[in-house]
């Protein structure tokens, strides 16, 4: 698929699924931005992603970074096309009665107050100008509560709520304003990212409980889930929006397999 001389945004980009995602990008002909909040992680992506990508160090969470981050790519080049929201962390699991309010707390915020604020800005810009495509990253534990995972599940399901509402605002545009299609993919267990081979091999029965529960048997690999991710943000998908796709090597189906 040819992305030539658009300009991107990818949130989440030094490591794993968004890293992986920069790298799809630039190889499609796009100028991509990039954030983090570990700088030395950013400034190593930067370093093998080149000329055509930028990093960005950035708190989604923060408010007035995420406007400036969004002034400097207007600034910059007037416009964005595609935008991808991949910042996200999971937490220590604790059952509902055990969590630690703060710690809910931050998941949520860095889930999905992150992407809103993400959104917000990108919705504005891309109705402006050209128009442009939206993929959030979300997860099948949106779909599936996962016991434990109380904050990442809910965080998650939000996400999908908000990619759905988002779709519905943009797809019928105002007067003067162009068409924004906005798609969440929904991963299952991914290696990268979250998913180390030191974590993987630190918790061996809940590792073998999510290949149990996989209908292929194996983890994706992350340059599967940005497959799916290019896709929904290229013409070819050109009707699809406000959809959840599942990309989890029959996680929900085989769940109760």
């Not at 954030?35 to 055509?52: I, K, V, W, Y």
């Not at 935008?83 to 809910?104: C, F, K, M, P, Y």
């Not at 998908?237 to 989890?248: I, K, N, R, W």
């Amino acid at each position: 698929m040819e992305l030539k001389n658009k300009i991107a945004l990818v949130s989440g980009g030094t490591r794993g699924i968004g890293f992986k995602m920069c790298q799809k990008l630039v190889a499609q002909g796009a100028f991509v931005y990039f954030t983090g909040r570990n700088q030395e992680d950013g400034l190593l992506a930067q370093e093998e992603l080149g000329a055509s990508a930028r990093y960005i160090q950035l708190d989604v969470t923060d408010e007035s970074a995420v406007h400036a981050l969004f002034d400097l790519i207007e600034h910059e080049h007037g416009r964005l096309d595609l935008a991808v929201n991949n910042a996200g962390i999971t937490t220590q699991r604790a059952s509902v009665s055990e969590l630690d309010l703060q710690e809910w707390k931050r998941v949520l915020d860095i889930n999905l107050v992150g992407p809103l604020l993400c959104m917000s800005r990108q919705i504005q810009l891309m109705q402006r100008v050209d128009g442009g495509a939206i993929v959030n990253v979300s997860s099948c534990g949106g779909i599936l509560g996962q016991p434990r995972q109380s904050a990442y599940s809910v965080s998650k399901a939000a996400l999908n709520m908000l990619t759905q509402i988002a779709a519905i605002e943009c797809g019928v545009p105002e007067e003067g304003k162009k068409l924004v299609r906005v798609n969440a993919v929904c991963p299952g267990p991914t290696m990268g990212g979250m998913n180390t081979i030191e974590r993987l091999e630190a918790n061996p029965e809940a590792t073998a409980e999510k290949y149990r529960n996989t209908a292929l048997r194996r983890f994706a690999e992350p340059e599967e889930v940005t497959a799916s991710i290019s896709w929904l943000l290229s013409d070819e998908s050109s009707y699809v929006t406000g959809t959840l796709l599942s990309v989890d090597g029959g996680f929900i189906a085989g769940k109760f397999g």
